[in-house]
């Protein structure tokens, strides 16, 4: 039987899960699809996802890889791991991949979206999917704020303790603020992230916004690699990973 | 005291509720709202909402008057309720309206939308906000056929038996049909609208999709004035009263 190595695309509503990775005691979006995979694949099956997300943390796309030796059709697998899925998590695309493709480490760059809801007044229809910042937001402002982020930097002022790597160099390759109505948007897209990095920025952003800290303040934050200098980690309810990278051809 | 007639406008996320009307035994959006205008204007006071919706449906604008003697700022009304009010529901303005506004007979038109997902996958952020259709619609041959509801007819083929009304004719200013990525909208304005009436509309243009109903058969529908002649009845969870069209000044 020939082994083949599958990637998955999935999207899913966080607001249920303690987050991506598997942990005793509280259900996650891995474990959850290892059950569905179980399901389908008749064995429990080891999944490596792309990022480990934060509980509350959504996904507009994910991305996840497993071997099997199953004989099922590709294009077959989303609607088979569908139907054992609950609601809030969905898988759209299945492709074979090389063997040697691993959903975390052969991501090129990963894009992420933080939503805010600019606005005294509560939407209803956003209630777990977006922060609420109910004084008025200056998008372009937070823009002009928000390329010190552009480029090859020590991103360690904007980690949290916690995270597992030592190296805690990036590039981020785009950085954008902006308004869609009563909403407002953060878009960054990095070779990598550091634990709560995006939420670290959506934080210091914000606390520009309300005064707390000056403009013109990121490249000194980031030059002092101190997180206490950066801003508050803002919620994870409006945090969608957005889309993720990979440099491959498919083997199918 | 000066009795004042305050006109409120609310959204709400309708999946928790059996509808806008109170009725024993199930929470209403009614009883919810009047629970919040108790707490804030000290007594149990008579609503007037602009129209019935139905269990699982959703409304981006919604319009209620009610009658206070209270001093309260106008413009403090969607605070002080929204402080009391659950997430899904969320009061965004308040107006001080003529003595005779009537939230139902006031109004000049309604405006609705249906959603439609239209992929053979589930998106998650959609979970009760939107019908899933898993094959693919020609949107731009459903927007010719709902060009047929547009003008002044007897719509008693596209009432549900259980309204209330005798008089079956409205005037339909707007139909369309149109496409944004994934998501196929069906958008309907009127005078008024029958019981039912936008679900068996998109019930029927789904059918003239799926190749249940011939196209064209709309116009021979509207003059059969028989309900059984009509497509099926949509889900309520795609439909969102959109806009109300009102005709007056404010006091204030």
Not at 25 to 53: H, K, M, W, Y
Not at 55 to 69: K, L, M, Q
Not at 148 to 154: E, K, N, Q, R, V
Request: with cysteine; hydrophobic share 40%; charged share 20%.
């Amino acid at each position: 039987m020939m082994m083949r190595n599958l990637l998955l695309y999935l999207r899913y509503d966080g607001s249920a899960y303690h987050g991506w990775q598997v942990q005793e005691n509280a259900v996650t979006v891995q474990q959850t699809l290892q059950d569905a995979i179980e399901a389908v694949f008749g064995a429990r099956l080891p999944v490596t996802g792309c990022s480990r997300t934060d509980a509350g943390v959504h996904a507009r796309t994910f991305c996840v890889n497993f071997r099997t030796d199953s004989a099922i059709a590709c294009e077959r697998v989303p609607y088979a791991l569908n139907a054992h899925l609950p609601d809030d998590i969905g898988v759209y695309a299945c492709r074979v991949v090389p063997d040697d493709f691993h959903a975390r480490y052969s991501c090129v760059s990963k894009r992420y979206v933080y939503v805010i809801r600019n606005s005294p007044f509560r939407d209803p229809f956003a209630v777990g999917r977006a922060t609420t910042v109910p004084f008025p937001l200056d998008e372009n402002m937070l823009h002009r704020q928000a390329q010190a982020f552009l480029g090859t930097h020590d991103f360690a002022a904007f980690a949290a303790a916690g995270g597992s790597v030592e190296d805690t160099v990036r590039t981020v390759s785009d950085a954008c603020v902006r308004r869609e109505g009563e909403t407002v948007l953060f878009e960054v897209q990095a070779d990598g992230f550091l634990y709560h990095m995006v939420r670290i920025m959506v934080g210091t952003l914000l606390d520009i916004a309300s005064g707390k800290l000056p403009q013109g303040c990121i490249p000194q934050i980031l030059a002092s690699l101190d997180r206490s200098r950066a801003g508050v980690t803002a919620p994870p309810q409006g945090l969608y990973l957005q889309s993720v990278q990979y440099d491959f051809r498919d083997v199918e």
